[in-house]
């Protein structure tokens, strides 16, 4: 795993800034210790952060082809690299090194673009054509790796994370005042957005072209949901044994230690399990986090129990860590700037914290992400689903639920009610929510509710028209695959493995297993009050029943319980401080009583909370006391053992 940037002047004889290459690679080493690589010729410069996975003495990037006419970075694992690189020196190519970066090099010398289409894994690399003057830039299919940009009329940068892009002079730091409010609707600011004005994702599934026609970016893949062929259900469950077997397989390609992050729920003690199997009586090191607990909420969260059951079975070397309320906050300031933008998901902090201890023991770990968005194992997808019922069964009277909602006392079953009368796709945000529109409403006025949810409307409702033939089921599924996975849950992963220079790899999106299961019929993935009914019938008889059985939980944290208790004061002192940053975007007012109703009982408003204060640490950190770097206007050499201008050192 590594980090890439670069910049490309538009203009042929405006020179790079190389300093401002070597700044941009700085800010990304965390998430390549072990080396640092750069191309500097004229208009175009590129920099590279190197944590060693694969070819450890010849992977060094960047890398060139056999004329020297095209060079790569690149962030992420090519699983079929070897498969691939058979095929290639076939065709004529000459291969100087094991890496798999090398091999997507060749591979866009004999396909061109559609280089990507041959890649099985996750990546985020960039070619620069020295030859026809063109930049590609490419993300991986389910946006596990990722790439951020910036342009102007003068230049266009980019880098796997946004801090890297703030060290360029011209690159401005300023709220997007449309992505604060849809991060306050979703606890995520949804992509292309990012909380930085004009700072945008490269989305997943796309390229991104740049050279003298322009910049433009192109779709090249995407979930498509058949009509169901008649197929067993014997069929159906070796067919997913096998291909799950095949995406673990592939992930345990490796020069370093593996392991493997392990909750004790269903998705990563089958990882284990498989894992257990294909390494052949090899002990896998697996790891977990859980809570001191001093009351019901934290004892309930821990899941130490389950993760032990699951080890024991398969007899790995099981590691925990145990977080507390006071770790929990002190490490605020140092969550936003890993994260780079404001993501409300307190699961970030033991993942961080679970990523450090791991990193004390291997280099790569695998996990169970993406099982539940392929597989529906959320309990909301059942509830929408009654929620659909309700809705076509209730035809004109429907129109009624608006008024009845009016006459409910509880804001949570006013929420129900009001969807009653709305379609699904007017209904379903996505799985991960913050504010409510009552909430947003007292928050932030009717207008700017009004216009976060017509963009809301916009961003989901394309989704929703993009497979309106398929089942609802699969329609929430894909809505989920192209939001919430790529924009909350895998940035989450990304950036507190990185944190820590560790690598994660996620068995279930591998891009051929995710387009197997959008085949699956809905019984294959949800049936009765339970989801990934066609995982739990793979690992009956291989994992203990009562993992198998248990109920969903998530990534449980104690946080409603902490907010009352060990961290009042914390909240107090940043949110309800007089010069808050999020004074100024929201009522003043209206967090005060949020944060006394959770004080005090009255309702649960942590989400609500945390939301505001991971926003408020954020502010504070990038965008009020940040000083923006210097343009020096001049072009120094590089380190002579770092540099790589139009040759690799």
């Not at 190389?18 to 390549?32: E, F, K, S």
């Not at 009914?533 to 009956?540: C, D, G, I, V, Y």
């Amino acid at each position: 795993m590594c980090g890439i940037c670069g910049i490309l002047n538009f203009i042929e004889h405006d020179p790079v800034d190389r300093v401002a290459i070597q700044r941009m690679t700085d800010a990304l080493a965390h998430r390549g210790p072990d080396d640092a690589g750069y191309f500097v010729e004229g208009q175009v410069g590129l920099g590279h952060r190197r944590l060693s996975i694969i070819d450890l003495s010849g992977g060094k990037q960047p890398i060139f082809n056999e004329d020297r006419s095209a060079t790569i970075i690149f962030n992420g694992e090519i699983y079929n690299h070897r498969a691939l690189a058979t095929v290639l020196t076939a065709a004529g190519h000459t291969f100087k090194t094991r890496s798999d970066t090398e091999t997507i090099l060749h591979a866009y010398e004999e396909y061109g673009d559609d280089c990507v289409d041959h890649l099985r894994g996750m990546f985020g690399f960039a070619i620069w054509d020295r030859a026809k003057r063109r930049l590609l830039l490419a993300r991986d299919r389910l946006g596990i790796k990722p790439i951020y940009y910036y342009r102007n009329e003068r230049f266009l940068a980019f880098a796997s994370e946004i801090k890297s892009l703030l060290e360029i002079a011209a690159v401005p730091r300023e709220v997007d005042p449309e992505a604060l409010d849809l991060y306050l609707s979703l606890r995520y600011v949804p992509g292309p957005r990012t909380m930085f004005k004009n700072i945008f994702r490269l989305q997943p599934g796309h390229v991104l072209v740049a050279d003298e026609s322009g910049v433009r970016t192109r779709k090249y893949w995407d979930i498509e949901y058949p009509d169901p062929e008649p197929r067993s259900p014997e069929y159906l469950l070796d067919r997913f044994r096998e291909l799950l077997d095949e995406s673990v397989r592939l992930r345990l390609l490796s020069e370093v230690p593996l392991g493997v992050f392990l909750s004790g729920g269903l998705d990563s003690s089958a990882i284990l399990a498989t894992m257990s199997r294909i390494a052949g009586g090899e002990r896998v090191k697996t790891f977990s986090v859980g809570y001191e607990a001093s009351g019901a909420e934290q004892a309930a969260a821990n899941e130490f129990e389950y993760a032990r059951l699951a080890a024991d079975a398969f007899g790995a070397e099981h590691h925990e860590y145990r977080l507390d309320a006071t770790n929990f906050a002190e490490f605020v300031p140092e969550l936003v700037r890993y994260l780079d933008e404001p993501l409300a998901d307190p699961s970030c902090i033991p993942l961080y914290f679970i990523s450090k201890l791991a990193r004390e023991h291997i280099t790569v770990v695998l996990s169970g992400e993406g099982a539940d968005e392929l597989l529906a194992g959320y309990g909301i997808y059942g509830k929408m689903l009654a929620l659909d019922r309700v809705y076509k069964g209730a035809g004109p009277l429907g129109r009624l639920a608006p008024w009845i909602a009016r006459l409910t006392p509880s804001e949570k079953l006013r929420h129900y009610v009001q969807m009653c009368g709305q379609p699904l796709e007017a209904r379903y945000r996505g799985v991960s929510r913050g504010f409510s529109a009552e909430g947003m409403l007292r928050l932030v006025g009717r207008d700017r509710m009004k216009q976060s949810d017509e963009s809301l409307q916009e961003i989901f409702g394309g989704y929703f028209k993009a497979v309106e033939k398929a089942s609802p089921l699969d329609r929430m599924l894909y809505v989920d695959a192209k939001v919430w996975l790529p924009d909350d849950l895998l940035v989450k992963a990304d950036k507190m493995t990185m944190a820590n220079g560790l690598e994660l790899r996620v068995p279930f999106l591998d891009h051929k297993l995710v387009e197997f299961a959008a085949t699956l019929p809905n019984a294959s993935k949800i049936h009765g009050k339970g989801g990934k009914t066609l995982l739990r019938s793979a690992m009956r008889g291989v994992l203990p029943d009562a993992i198998i059985d248990r109920p969903k939980k998530g990534f449980p944290i104690p946080i409603s319980s902490w907010l009352r208790t060990s961290l009042r004061q914390f909240t107090r002192d940043y949110l309800l401080a007089r010069d808050s940053a999020s004074s100024r975007y929201v009522d003043r007012g209206e967090t005060a009583r949020l944060v006394q109703e959770h004080e005090q009982g009255t309702a649960d408003r942590s989400q609500e909370i945390w939301t505001l204060l991971v926003f408020e640490f954020w502010h504070r950190h990038f965008i009020d006391n940040h000083p923006r770097p210097a343009d020096t206007g001049t072009h120094p050499p590089l380190l002579a053992h770092q540099v790589s201008c139009g040759e690799p050192s």
